[in-house]
């Protein structure tokens, strides 16, 4: 049974995978696309076959968005930087996963009063490297298999402007510049054993903050990929 | 023999300024315009048309702002602007150097058949 949302939504992805047209681009050429079925309707055709003529008419995407490329290579190249920049974000984000579990098992030597901590510091480099596997675990079976629609619609829409994603890197670095300078200043002014466990502390509220940006940027990119499509879609004229 | 792909590009820019020059309109509206005036002859590649307005935006020949249509969903309108109505003066002016050349050329030329 032809539907066409379904259709058009399979249409968009093979559009979506090109990063040269933004979302702005792709809705502009749904919205012809609706216009065009709708007008072939109203001269007679099915919805299935004004659906196949509308979308060989707009052309295929390869070379819709390499028109797009040429048009603004500003664009594709802002794009790209802003990628670059999420990857950053995402080994940071890492790095102080595994900061704070090394720092966690530091705090503990302390605490039972073991001189020498070794133990306690490859268990706590274990712990991050297990934690690292299971977020790249958890990362590929967003990826093959797709979040709950729900919880992905609601992570994309703080993701979903321009703005929203340079303010969402923005808060990220300044939570850790914030986090390193106040913890620098602790041990550095008391010394004590009050000032681990702030140093402690503070490397875990890192930790539970670098999670969720590293979630956020993660179900960004599930959300670019695309839902699997059913039905072919005809892109030759 | 359909138009070739050189004459249709060529011709993509001073179209659609045209088009703008008339007053405001949407992707959709401008290819069926064509469409009409052409007798059908000139079929764009649909997709195509979109890039040429990204491109004269960016330039600055053109503008164009998300309004809600009659369909209930949005639609993105053009409008010309003052550096566009400029290029499409010296459009203008050249593709009628060009027909008056073609023109006395195929006056002058003896009958083939």
Redesign the interface.
């Known amino acids: 049974m032809f539907d066409l949302n379904d259709s058009i939504r399979c249409w968009r992805s093979a559009f979506s995978q090109h990063e040269e047209c933004s979302a702005?681009?792709v809705?502009?050429?749904e919205?012809?696309l609706?216009?065009?079925v709708?007008a072939l309707e109203r001269s007679g055709l099915s919805e299935q076959e004004a659906f196949s003529v509308s979308v060989s008419?707009?052309?295929p995407p390869d070379?819709?968005c390499g028109?797009?490329a040429?048009?603004?290579p500003?664009q594709l190249w802002g794009h790209r930087i802003y990628w670059m920049a999420a990857g950053v974000v995402c080994w940071l984000s890492v790095r102080s996963l595994l900061n704070a579990l090394g720092a966690l098992a530091a705090g503990m030597t302390l605490l039972l009063g073991v001189r020498h901590g070794v133990a306690f510091r490859i268990a706590g480099v274990a712990a991050g490297l297990c934690s690292l596997s299971a977020l790249v675990w958890c990362a590929w079976a967003c990826y093959s298999r797709g979040l709950p629609q729900g919880i992905v619609s609601r992570l994309t829409a703080l993701t979903a402007t321009r703005t929203r994603r340079v303010a969402c890197i923005v808060g990220f670095l300044a939570v850790r510049m914030s986090a390193w300078v106040t913890s620098l200043l602790l041990v550095r002014r008391f010394r004590t054993f009050e000032a681990v466990n702030a140093y402690v502390s503070i490397a875990l509220i890192r930790t539970v903050l670098s999670v969720a940006f590293l979630v956020v940027i993660v179900v960004f990119v599930v959300s670019q990929a695309g839902r699997r499509c059913g039905s072919a879609v005809p892109t030759t004229? | 023999m359909p138009q070739s792909r050189e004459l249709v590009a060529a011709s993509a820019t001073p179209m659609v300024l045209s088009i703008l020059n008339r007053g405001e309109s949407y992707g959709y509206a401008i290819i069926q315009e064509v469409r009409r005036l052409s007798d059908s002859e000139i079929e764009w590649t649909d997709g195509m048309l979109y890039p040429v307005l990204r491109r004269l935006e960016k330039q600055g020949l053109v503008r164009s702002e998300w309004r809600p249509a009659e369909t209930g969903k949005k639609r993105r309108y053009y409008w010309i602007e003052k550096p566009g109505r400029t290029v499409l003066r010296e459009h203008q002016r050249q593709w009628l150097v060009a027909h008056r050349v073609l023109s006395k050329l195929w006056e002058q030329a003896p009958c083939l058949t």
């Open positions: 702005e681009d809705q502009e050429l919205s012809h609706r216009e065009e709708a008419r707009l052309g070379e819709v028109e797009y040429k048009a603004d500003g004229r």
